[in-house]
Antibody, heavy 122, light 110 residues
Framework: EVQLVESGGGLVQPGRSLRLSCAAS????????MHWVRQAPGKGLEWVSG????????AYADSVKGRFTISRDNAKNSLYLQMNSLRPEDTALYYC???????????????WGQGTLVSVSS | QTVVTQEPSFSVSPGGTVTLTCGLS?????????PNWYQQTPGQAPRTLIY???IRSSGVPDRFSGSILGNKAALTITGAQADDECDYYC??????????FGGGTKLTVL
């Protein structure tokens, strides 16, 4: 059974940093791309970032480019999102999603975690 | 910037068939956009229904199907049930690793 467990969320002041983690199990992690998707309270889904199976391809939404960095450790079956210079508009539930393909540029998102909440406020 | 469009709301009668669509503010959706469809009930994580246009995710009943209809991606639900009442989101691949979600459709079954 595919399991994705996010952690690292919390309350943080504007301008500070936070690192999210996603622990994956139930599938061959290094065979698949991974993504982060967020959902602000009461709003729709927003794709944040994706990374290919071997970290050779990475992409970011314009809203986070230059502030967020996605990475993965295939030896630890883990995905990460380093979030710097956080803003109140980054407040959201952040989901980790397993891709349907080894590439972050194909297929889409096949499985989702339950999310970790990030709140940015002074 | 290209916007992904979805109907804000839709209604279907129990047992009926409904087709939700996913389009572009400029241009036509094709299989190259790898349209995906997700279902989300309040307080829950999204559940993948369809990826890569028409591939049903594991465990999804065959009354959910994906296709390209005209210049849009489409999700068709046949035999609508009460627990189909929730939000539905599509996402499209825009190139250069970028994915964009639609604003979602709130489906009512009544």
């Amino acid at each position: 059974e595919v399991q994705l467990v996010e952690s690292g969320g919390g309350l943080v002041q504007p301008g500070r940093s936070l690192r999210l983690s996603c622990a994956a199990s139930g599938f061959t992690f290094d065979d698949y791309a991974m993504h982060w998707v967020r959902q602000a309270p009461g709003k729709g889904l927003e794709w944040v970032s994706g990374i290919s199976w071997n970290s050779g391809g990475m992409a970011y939404a314009d809203s986070v480019k230059g502030r967020f960095t996605i990475s993965r450790d295939n030896a630890k079956n883990s995905l990460y999102l380093q979030m710097n210079s956080l803003r109140p508009e980054d407040t959201a539930l952040y989901y980790c999603a397993k891709a349907a393909d080894y590439s972050n540029s194909r297929g889409g998102f096949e499985y989702w975690g339950q999310g970790t909440l990030v709140s940015v406020s002074s | 910037q290209t916007v992904v469009t979805q109907e804000p709301s839709f209604s279907v009668s129990p047992g009926g068939t409904v087709t939700l669509t996913c389009g572009l503010s400029s241009g036509s959706v094709s299989t190259s956009y790898y349209p995906n469809w997700y279902q989300q009930t309040p307080g829950q994580a999204p559940r993948t229904l369809i990826y890569s246009t028409n591939i049903r995710s594991s465990g999804v009943p065959d009354r959910f199907s994906g296709s390209i209809l005209g210049n849009k991606a489409a999700l068709t639900i046949t035999g609508a049930q009460a627990d189909d009442e929730c939000d539905y989101y599509c996402v499209l691949y825009m190139g250069s690793g970028i994915w964009v979600f639609g604003g979602g459709t709130k489906l009512t079954v009544l």
